[in-house]
């Protein structure tokens, strides 16, 4: 009876081993029981934002008791990190950084798991449209958004108060006009640079890509691509696009803008330049006090402007960090759980306010138009966000379309017939494309 008795203590004893041993084997990847999960992020080691978004899952970490490890690289890096990783069939991470246009490529490869069934319509509608649209594809939810980014109309005061120009003031309700940008940029020119010699531009564009050049299109009623992903055929060479391609085309032929690879950014700050379509991390100290960039002009600013006649097509550029979950990832509900404390609940409210980005939560948007103390900045790009936002095109053949595109924009700029480049460009995607088919 002892024997008996000893054989199954030690049997008892070895199942619960044995039981351990499993439990804390079934997390796969880098995690060490399954309240430890690893995030692949783009952001740098010791910069701002990978401060506070530490500090953020200190906070979760004590709220929940669920470790999340922040494995940060710059963004060259975790390029490399994310196709050697999760492009192998790596475990290692459970929840991804997503870049927006990376979407349709990585559900198309089968790196990201739908979150349907984790999420319901109520929860997708706390997100602004844009970023919805951006984080679904073929119908499936598979990525929520951090954050989003958006444009604002820069201009330097003191030089057109030389040449003796007022810009109107407007607001997103009643937006200048780029008929009325261009016309203040020629007769500024006029008068401080009428030779074109000074190297003085009216009106420039930050970005050579597509990602702030097709919200010209996209001002005229064109859309980036078809519903189905794949057609460009009688879109970007289509009446609106061969419209605003002219329109821009036109700003070089009569000096307003100039030609070459240029910092328009520092240009800006420089003092060369008039009026700049930018990002809202262009916002000098003056404006926002947490900026560290200094100019020695006053700096006026504005909503992107409309095209006259198609006031109600505004289209902005926006965009930016979504979160993914690795499709092998065992552990999906808690991640889950996280990504919604981080991209609409607690988290998220912190982490715009502490980074100042712009927000893509309608909670907060709505936070923000009805606060008073909001920067005007802060309240002009979270309006744009919510309702002129265009997503980049949406097609898993992204970075060819990406590539081709801005090329165009660049032929345009140098003199090339308009419809001429866009039916090559037409057939140059046609010809990308045929591959994911």
Known sequence: MKNLFRMLSVLLFTICILGNVFAAGGKQGGSTDNKTFKWLTYMTPGDKETLIVQSLLDKYQSETGIKIINDAYPYLDYLQVFELKVGS?????DVLSVNCSEIPAYVYRGYLQPLDQWYTQAEKNKYIPSALETGTWNGKFYAPPMNTSSQILWYNKDLLAKAGVTVRPSDVNNRLTYEEVVEYAKQALNILDPNRTNGIMGLMF???NDYQKNPIANS??????GDDGWTVNGIING???IKAMTWYQNLFKDGIALRGTLEVSNLFRAGKILFEVGGTWNAPAQINPDSTIKLDFDCGYAPVPAFKGYENKVGTATGSWHFGVNHISPQIKDVVDFIKWFSYGEGNKSYIDQHGQVPSCVEIVD????DPKASP???IAAYEAANTAVPRARTVGYPEYRDIVSNAWDDVIN???????MDRA???????FAKYK
């Open 206 to 208: 930050e970005q050579y």
């Open 89 to 93: 069939g790596s475990n290692e991470y």
């Open 239 to 241: 009446p609106e696009w």
């Open 426 to 432: 037409v057939r140059d995607i046609d010809a990308a």
């Open 377 to 379: 900045i802060q309240k």
């Open 367 to 370: 936070q923000i138009a009805k």
């Open 415 to 421: 003199g090339s017939d308009v419809k001429t480049t």
């Open 220 to 225: 005229m009623g064109g859309k980036n691509i």
